[in-house]
Each structure stands twice: as C-alpha cells, then as structure tokens.
C-alpha cells in the first residue's frame, strides 16, 4: 500500500474522468495531500507553467488527466488544435515530471488511438498496426505518444510512468452538448427530452447492429489506486469490460430508464460506424482486475444523475 502521507497531483479535474477519481483517491488515502488542479490553475501548454506547476506543489505521485477533448465535428473542424495541443500538455507534463523528480505518473489516453483496422477484442499489442480512424486522428496519435515517451523515459531515465487506455466510458459528469457527445450521452438526453415533450418516435442512425462494450467511469476510478500502488512498467493496458452491446440494445434499455413510451425508428440512409469494436481486458484480468458494474445498473445511476442536473440547468447543453 503507498504511504499515506504522500502529495498526490491530479490535472484536468474538471473534466469527465477527473470528476470520478478525485473522490476515490480522497477516499483510499486519507492522510495524503491531495491537489486538484484544472486548466484556470496553469496552462499546461507553456512549459513555464508546468515547470511552475510542479515547484509550486512538489508531488510525489501524478495522474495526468489534462486533455483537449471533442467530439467527431470538432476534431474535424480543428485537427491542428487537437494535435499540438495534446502532444504538447502531454509531453511537457512527463517531461517537467521526471524533471521534478516525481516517483510515478499516471496518465491515460482513449481506444480511439487504435488502427481503425484493429480486430475486435482489441488487444494492446495491436496498438502499433496501423493509423487510427482519420477523423481523429490527429488527436488520436498525439494521444497514443505517450505510450512512446513513457517507455523511452523509462529507459534512459527510470522513470515510472504508466499509460493507461480506458475504453467506451459513460457516467455521471459525461459532456452532454448535442454535437460533442459520445453515444451514450446522446442517446440518454435524446430520449429524455423526447418523454418530457412526448414526441411520437426517436429516430437513432443507422440499423442498431454495431456492438461496443461500454464501461462505467466510476469502475474506472476505482482502478487508480491500484495502477498508483503497484503497477509499474511502460506497457499500456486497457481498462474496460469485453462485454459486448448492440447500440439497438441501448437504446431500447434508455428508453424504458428515461420512461420513454413512443417508437424507436432506425434511420439506415445513416452510417453505422465500426459493426464490431470490443476491447481485450484479459491483461486487466490477469492482474485480478475487472470493471464490474452491469450496464444497466451503470445507465441507471447516470440517467439520475442527469435527471437531476438537467432540471436544476447544471449541464452544459
């Protein structure tokens, strides 16, 4: 178990993931001293600020959430900003942490980094077979260096960084905006406000056929500690469930949580993406490991969540 009196770092707090684990490192070492730190702290763009950041608050432990995030349309829109921005938050972060003499850094990047030629399950060895889908990917390979500089700083330095790939994350604090969101969300405020205004039919994309395994961000979470405490080497390992869902399957399961009543209708003159994208996580296994809240029970939690934010105008729309 690490010590309890160590100085934790956690950037990119307010995001999605951030949201999640900060309470579950309070939680599991209550004697450390925990800093929060979101993009109005230090701009993790300038190396100044980073360099800053870590002789201000002299960490012993690091998780680096801190990212450039959006949907398909933004990073279509700004693959320039998405690149740089990314590579450079990331790079200076690891770098200025070695530099500081931190004893270990925990950073994560997301499943969109793999070839989009990839075979399902997914397993971390294929990460390197090919570019990811060209719509992201800017931002996909910006991501997918880190798996590059940690096991190079490794090497020449010893330094203990872990590179972490969560896969199809949804739960409470998800970003809700019509255009930027991810399936789940989407389809959750989608059938929400169809049983508010009791509209007749929701029409979803494309024949509900694809799969996904989908993996609750409070599971994740719960993760941390572990990858904090003892797992150290530079290979990547991801972090999700290996269950497999159709999206005809979420949807018919959001409408009857969000109490919908009207028809689902399936629009087949829109794309359908990837038939089959599910996850390894035998790695994960092998270490004792797993993601283990049900689908449903997830939804369930994040559909009130949602519920409760959305009526109180608390969520970014």
């Known amino acids: 178990m690490m010590k309890d009196k160590r100085t934790i770092l956690i950037t990119g707090v307010t995001g999605f993931l951030g949201r999640h684990i900060v309470p579950v490192l309070a939680r599991r070492y209550p004697e450390a001293e925990l800093i929060p730190l979101g993009s109005k702290d230090y701009d993790l763009t300038e190396q100044e600020q980073v360099r800053r950041m870590f002789a201000d608050h002299r960490p012993d432990r690091v998780v ?49 980094s ?12 294929q990460m390197w077979e ?9 931002y996909s390979v910006a991501k997918k260096m880190a798996i590059v500089q940690s096991e190079a700083y490794r090497r020449q330095y010893g330094f203990n960084s872990i590179v972490l790939i969560p896969g199809n994350v949804y739960g409470e604090y998800d970003n809700y905006e019509e255009e930027n969101s991810h399936v789940i969300p ?6 929400y406000e169809a049983a508010r205004d009791r509209l007749p039919r929701v029409t979803m994309w494309g024949s509900g056929k694809p799969t996904r395994d989908f993996v609750y961000a409070g599971d994740i979470a719960e993760l941390f500690p572990y990858f904090l405490e003892k797992y150290d080497t530079s290979d990547p390992i991801n972090l999700s469930t290996a269950c497999s869902t159709s999206i005809r399957e979420l949807a018919e399961t959001v409408k009857e ?29 092998a270490l004792g490991l797993d993601c283990p809240t049900p689908l449903r029970e997830g939804l369930e939690r994040t559909i009130r969540w949602f519920k409760e934010n959305y009526d109180r105008g608390s969520i970014r729309l």
């Not at 090919?130 to 800017?138: H, K």
């Open 64 to 112: 680096a959430l801190a990212g450039y995030v959006g949907g398909i349309g933004a990073n279509v829109a700004y693959p320039a900003d998405f690149f740089y921005q990314n590579l450079v938050i990331q790079t200076l972060t690891i770098h200025e942490a070695w530099k500081a003499g931190v004893e270990k850094l925990l950073t994560v990047m997301g499943g969109c």
């Open 114 to 125: 793999y070839p989009a030629t990839a075979s399902s399950p997914i397993s971390e060895d």
């Open 130 to 138: 090919g570019l990811p889908a060209f719509e992201s990917t800017p």
């Open 186 to 191: 989407a389809t959750i405020r989608k059938f």
């Open 257 to 285: 949580l969000t109490g919908y009543r009207g028809e689902i209708v399936w629009d087949s003159s829109k794309p359908d993406g990837k038939v089959l994208k599910i996850f390894d996580n035998r790695k994960l296994k």
